[in-house]
């Protein structure tokens, strides 16, 4: 049970950064390589993952 909670909250962790990066991004004055960047890196990650419980990105 340990496990599961760790890593959940891993995950929770590296979702939240995202989030907060997008945020920072979509306010700034940041070209557009980062963003594009980013949401690659975003869709590598959490496509997967949503895909199996049949959410979409």
């Known amino acids: 049970m340990r496990g599961v909670l760790e890593a959940a909250l891993a995950t929770t962790r ?3 950064g995202t989030i ?3 945020l920072w991004l979509s306010c700034s004055a940041a070209p557009d390589p980062p963003v594009a960047r980013l949401l690659h890196e975003t869709e590598e990650r959490w496509h997967g993952p949503l895909a ?3 959410r979409g990105l």
């Open 14 to 16: 590296r979702l939240h």
């Open 20 to 22: 907060e990066e997008v």
């Open 52 to 54: 199996r419980d049949g």
